[in-house]
């Protein structure tokens, strides 16, 4: 496996397998790797005849009061997990090369980022699109892997794809979770025993909400009304937002027709926590 921090060097090889005609699959992350990552990488590895994973922790994705100086870091435990799952080239750039000091350049999806996530962490879907497509060029993949662990994330990024003519197909791969449903999360190690217990919630909150369009309730304002009552229980839980919205435009629904997105987050103690599910 390469290790490769130069964004020359990255090019370079992107180049060399563009002109071979060698497919590039590609999983982007912040690093602290787990199952739900490597489930990405592990479909990229059946995909593609190359192999690219970066490690990047953007610092334009974490608003002024987030966690962007404690978001776990363990480089080398993740170069090992991703040299057992025979990844090819895994990119580590350095933020300086990444955003010099006269960066200038970003990049907005309008509308889709504004409701949910990115209604309580402005900037946050500037960030994320502006690295992602910054990325992009760089690695040049045919494919990029997301998880639908952050479902408005992966909307956000179809739309940029789409909308800038990127010839990139993006595919969504669901949500890997723990054995008892909490959903495997970078962050999940700032929990204390108790706190993950009441984290849990989101998962019983995904369930109750499932249960209650098999009995048949269409109206999300009474689905949102029961969780929120179910949750007031969590003493550690503050909730953020809980939505039932569109899956596509990410509008909030007030009747259920066909498919929606029930999308919540969480703060337990200092952790913010997200989860979703289609109803
Ligand atoms: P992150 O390192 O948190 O930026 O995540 C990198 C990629 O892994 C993103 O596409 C995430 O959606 C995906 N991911 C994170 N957690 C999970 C999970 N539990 N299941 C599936 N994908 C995940």
Do not use: W
């Amino acid at each position: 496996m390469k290790i490769i921090e130069s964004i020359r060097e990255m090019q370079d090889i992107a180049k060399k397998a563009k002109r071979e005609q060698i497919r590039i699959g590609f999983v982007p992350t912040m690093g602290f790797l787990h199952e739900g990552h490597l489930s990405l990488v592990r479909v990229a590895r059946k995909e593609n005849a190359q192999v690219a994973a970066s490690i990047f922790i953007n610092p334009t994705q974490f608003g002024p009061h987030e966690d962007f100086n404690a978001y776990p870091r363990d480089l080398e435990r993740d170069i090992t997990l991703l040299e057992r799952e025979q990844v090819d080239i895994v990119f580590i750039p350095k933020i300086d090369q990444i955003y010099s000091e006269n960066h200038r350049t970003f990049v907005f999806v309008e509308k889709i980022a504004e409701n949910l996530c990115g209604y309580f962490r402005p900037g946050h879907f500037q960030g994320v699109v502006t690295i992602v497509c910054k990325l992009f060029h760089i690695i040049q993949p045919d494919t990029a892997y997301f998880g639908q662990k952050d479902y408005q994330q992966l909307m956000v990024i179809k739309k940029m794809v789409a909308d800038l003519n990127m010839d990139i197909e993006i595919k969504g791969l669901p949500i890997v979770r723990e054995k008892d449903g909490l959903a495997m999360s970078s962050r999940n190690t700032y929990l204390t025993e108790e706190q993950r217990e009441q984290a849990l919630c989101l998962y019983r909150l995904i369930n109750q909400a499932k249960k209650m369009r098999e009995e048949g309730v269409d109206r999300a304002p009474e689905i949102i009304t029961a969780l929120k009552k179910n949750i007031e229980m969590e003493t550690m839980v503050r909730p953020e937002y809980i939505r039932i919205c569109h899956p596509e435009t990410l509008k909030n629904l007030q009747v259920i027709k066909d498919r929606a997105l029930l999308a919540m987050a969480i703060h337990v103690g200092k952790t913010r926590l997200i989860d979703n599910c289609l109803l």
